[in-house]
């Protein structure tokens, strides 16, 4: 029979990841590097694809997923403006860090805090 380990005891005081010599967004002129620095620097996401979540905390590996549609809360109609043709394609397998940043901030930001952070973030780079 195996032994039961106890889970880990929480900390007092949360450890923050504090980048060092990382690139920035600033020195790429590519839209798709560029999102995709965004992506890992201000989107939560997990490396434990059991806790992840379909569109609101993906595995690290489907950060450049797009979805469809934004979710919506129930009762609450999506509403999009579309301008001319749009084109007709299958979003469920469509992988673009540019498209899956932009998507997620459109509506898909965990938090006001969150949505400050990168607004000051991106303001900066």
């Not at 490396?47 to 469809?68: E, K, M, S």
């Not at 999506?78 to 397998?93: I, N, Y």
Request: glycine share 6%.
């Amino acid at each position: 029979m195996g032994t039961i380990s106890a889970p880990p005891e929480r900390r007092q005081r949360p450890v923050v990841p504090a980048p060092v010599c990382t690139s920035m967004p600033d020195g790429y002129t590519g839209s798709e590097k560029r999102a995709k620095l965004f992506s890992v620097y201000l989107r939560p996401w997990v490396l434990d694809a059991r806790w992840a979540t379909q569109g609101r905390v993906p595995h690290i590996t489907d950060l450049n997923l797009v979805h469809a549609e934004p979710e919506a809360e129930p009762g609450e109609a999506v509403r999009r403006r579309l301008r001319g043709k749009q084109e007709s394609h299958d979003a469920t397998a469509l992988r673009s860090f540019d498209q899956a940043w932009r998507a997620y901030i459109r509506g898909q930001v965990v938090s006001k805090h969150a949505k400050q952070l990168i607004v000051q973030f991106m303001a900066a780079c």
